[in-house]
């Protein structure tokens, strides 16, 4: 495939990182994610813990692959344009920066919104993902049957709710500062770090997320995605946020 009918193909995330990687061929699913590219700003993509594959049959690698490595690499290579003309926003928190997005410049405000937001929230994604993530316990499991009425109601109303979002956007669990948790959603990249809440857990319901596999199935990936789910770093987060030291 020419690498002009790639970028069609893969739009505009791939027109936005265009430098950032050489020419890939998806034939064979990779089995290992490749090198982080070397920084050029101050904001640098986190590298997977695992293989692309590592989620299969639930999220195959090469959605895993193009979602890591072009449209998270895109909110990373955005920011850094953005830093280089504003580079207060390279030595900030994220969580300040998105807590106070009215103090940024109206000039980049929508931007940083967006690209910042995907970023933290692909962060956390990445993060609570993994092979062999185990089940619910301890705290987290209490919290879940105190607050969203059991495992069960918990993921059908969370799926419910991902499914509810219309287009592109984001089904998140938050966490209070005393433990209580609460299912919200957020239109595009928005966050609830932009209301000074923190986010115990999320997935990602734009189409990029799961449309190779799922095509309009949207449903069907919400409920598979739960197969995915990394319970002992949600179990982590949750111990962080009680102690205020969660980031995003
Ligand atoms: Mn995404």
Not at 22 to 35: C, I, M
Not at 158 to 176: C, D, K, L, M, P
Not at 202 to 230: F, P
Request: aromatic share 10%; no cysteine; net charge neutral.
């Amino acid at each position: 495939m020419s690498s002009l009918s790639r970028r069609h193909l893969f739009g505009a995330a791939a027109g936005l990182v265009a430098s950032a990687a050489a020419p890939r061929v998806f034939a064979q699913a990779p089995a290992a994610p490749a090198a982080a590219p070397a920084p050029t700003g101050p904001f640098v993509l986190p590298p997977l813990n695992y293989a692309f594959n590592a989620l299969e049959p639930h999220i195959d690698a090469r959605t895993m692959e193009i979602h890591h490595d072009r449209h998270h690499a895109a909110y990373i290579a955005n920011l850094n344009t953005i830093a280089k003309t504003n580079p207060q926003l390279g030595t900030s928190a994220v969580t300040d920066v998105l807590g106070n997005l009215n103090a940024l410049n109206d000039d980049i405000k929508f931007a940083v919104r967006n690209n910042l937001g995907g970023h933290a929230n692909h962060t956390m994604f990445w993060s609570i993902m993994g092979p062999d993530g185990g089940k619910p316990e301890g705290e987290v499991l209490a919290a879940i049957d105190r607050d969203l009425g059991g495992l069960e109601k918990f993921q059908t109303d969370f799926n419910a709710a991902g499914g509810r979002q219309f287009g592109s956007g984001w089904v998140f669990v938050t966490i209070a500062k005393e433990g209580k948790l609460a299912i919200e959603t957020r239109p595009n990249q928005d966050t609830p770090l932009m209301d000074g809440k923190r986010v115990l857990l999320g997935n990602d319901v734009w189409e990029h997320a799961y449309y190779l596999n799922y095509q309009n199935r949207r449903a069907d990936y919400l409920k598979a995605w739960w197969n995915t789910v990394n319970w002992k770093a949600i179990g982590e987060r949750y111990a962080a946020a009680k102690t205020g030291t969660l980031g995003v």
